[in-house]
């Protein structure tokens, strides 16, 4: 093996090796209609990576195979080195793939500290509020409290929250399970112009020593928050790159003419 050969050959191990998830070749089909077609993406341990693209582009439908929502038509999913593609939700909520959506997905009815506690508990178990009350739950949801800054009492029902402190709870009830993945859907959607630099600010600080994959309308904060930033149109990867290169790519210019 030449000098060369082996430099790349390391390189490619030592890339595999800081490599979180894996996609290659996913596609999902309803029917007729390819949703996602043939996704492939690599997502090194600790980068913020963005999936961006026009309305209908496949990102809400790729993110749901990737949480384990929805099986894919064909492709394979790796997490951590295995093979997850046929492996449930459930179970890769459990091996660390957690995630907030862009319609807010809390008990409503149930006080801030117990929204928190039983996504805690999830960690192990199924959300059940008859389970056994575990001391290092309540910890961590008490943590998680303190980050959270919200402007509600512990004992406050999630359902009196404003939409931004919302956000930030079900943000905060995907980190306190302390996943290794998260993915994030939209997180500043519907979330007043006011509340926006607090919610901001708690994100940026949250997702610091996490591998992140985002999806987001606000163009301006993706390419303020990603390391990298894939671009889907009608289902298909039509850019890839740092946000420098995705500015300037003029296939992704011709892809947003008009907007979302």
């Keep these: 093996m030449t000098t060369t050969q082996q430099t790349e050959t390391n390189a490619a191990r030592v890339e595999s090796e800081n490599t979180l998830l894996r996609i290659e070749g996913l596609t999902k089909t309803f029917g007729s209609f390819t949703a996602v077609d043939g996704v492939d993406l690599s997502v090194p341990d600790g980068e913020l990576h963005s999936i961006i693209g026009p309305n209908g582009a496949g990102k809400t439908t790729l993110f749901n195979m990737i949480a384990g929502s929805l099986r894919p038509t ?9 093979d997850i593609t046929a492996v449930d939700q459930d179970e890769r909520a459990r091996r660390g793939v957690s995630r907030a959506f862009q319609i807010t997905q809390l008990f409503p009815g149930v006080t801030v500290h117990e929204n928190l506690r039983l996504a805690a508990q999830a ?28 402007d509600a009492r512990p004992d406050e029902v999630a359902a009196n929250l404003s939409h931004g402190d919302k956000k930030k709870l079900e ?90």
Aim: without cysteine.
């Design 74 to 82: 064909a492709g394979t999913i790796h997490f951590r080195g295995t």
């Design 123 to 150: 960690d192990n178990q199924r959300f059940n509020p008859l389970a056994t009350r575990n001391p290092d739950h309540d910890e961590r949801a008490r943590g998680m409290l303190d980050d959270l800054d919200v």
């Design 171 to 260: 943000i905060g009830m995907a980190l306190v399970s302390e996943p290794t993945l998260l993915l994030l859907d939209e997180p500043t959607s519907g979330v007043a112009e006011a509340e926006l630099p607090a919610l901001l600010e708690f994100l940026t600080d949250a997702v610091t020593d996490l591998t992140v994959l985002l999806i987001e309308h606000d163009v301006d904060l993706v390419l303020e928050l990603s390391d990298r930033i894939t671009v889907l149109d009608r289902g298909e990867v039509i850019a890839r790159g740092d946000p420098e290169d995705i500015v300037a790519n003029e296939r992704v210019q011709n892809a947003y003419m008009g907007g979302y």
